[in-house]
């Protein structure tokens, strides 16, 4: 038999469960309800969930509960006209639960909810104009929530974030119009990102950058005829490929690497 790995059944107060005291004692089987696996005083958020996965028609009883686990999972499966006031409940669990089975006029108002998991998980549901007061929100969290849903075409609104970990996230999605605007991002994760993305064309714009990581894209990816000047780069691994494509491309090596070379010969 199945325990979940836990093997008490204590309530959300910390005493033990006991059947004989539960007002579902004698209405419901086995098939219904089952210690250590499916209760609802259980204080363990699976077995509350699993009760009212076999028994969906008592959620309804349970939505004003003490305990907000059992609020938060008798909020799955109470009928939907219940749910509005529940996200009004003090615990951001429950009001989450809550919004994610509601149409979406009725979360709009949580874009502003004092907790960031639950402004996250609303920016995941919501599209379009609804996500754009949410550009601004204070937490970075929220706002690469907003980035990494909100349309291509909108992005270039978030391109100047102050997080870098949100504008690279921009730069991953933004539509390639605006993407040499953070091909020159102080960030060189981000700058990385969009040089990513960039067409080979484009890329000859980075060969200079001071980040290995970018100028080795750059080698990689940039037209063979245009990489010259990281034929011979302070870094190794840029080097090597920019030597490695100059060769495959049937080119000849920089004339001031040749004289370079000619130089060290004994």
Request: glycine letters at 4%.
């Amino acid at each position: 038999m199945s325990t979940d790995d836990i093997d008490e059944a204590i309530d959300w107060r910390g005493a033990p469960v006991d059947c004989a005291e539960c007002a579902h004692q004698g209405r419901l089987t086995e098939a219904k309800c089952k210690p250590l696996r499916a209760c609802v005083h259980d204080r363990y958020a699976r077995r509350i969930d699993r009760f009212f996965d076999w028994n969906p028609d008592l959620a309804r009883d349970y939505v004003a509960h003490d305990y907000f686990e059992v609020r938060a999972c008798a909020a799955k499966a109470a009928e939907i006209f219940l749910l509005p006031a529940m996200l009004d409940d003090p615990e951001e669990a429950v009001r989450w639960s809550a919004a994610r089975r509601l149409p979406r006029r009725h979360i709009l108002r949580l874009r502003n909810d004092p907790h960031r998991e639950v402004r996250i998980r609303i920016a995941g549901r919501l599209e379009g104009a609804d996500l754009l007061p949410m550009m601004k929100d204070e937490d970075y969290a929220v706002r690469q929530a907003v980035a990494r849903k909100l349309s291509p075409d909108l992005l270039v609104l978030m391109i100047n974030d102050a997080d870098p970990g949100v504008r690279r996230t921009v730069a991953s999605r933004i539509e390639h119009a605006a993407l040499m605007r953070l091909a020159g991002d102080t960030d060189p994760v981000v700058r990385l990102e969009a040089a990513k993305r960039l067409e080979p064309a484009d890329l000859k714009t980075l060969l200079k950058d001071v980040d290995w990581r970018v100028r080795y894209e750059v080698a990689q990816r940039a037209e063979a005829n245009e990489i010259g000047p990281l034929f011979d780069d302070e870094d190794p691994l840029v080097r090597e490929c920019a030597r490695s494509r100059f060769k495959d491309a049937g080119l000849e090596p920089p004339t001031n690497v040749i004289v370079a070379q000619t130089r060290s010969d004994p």
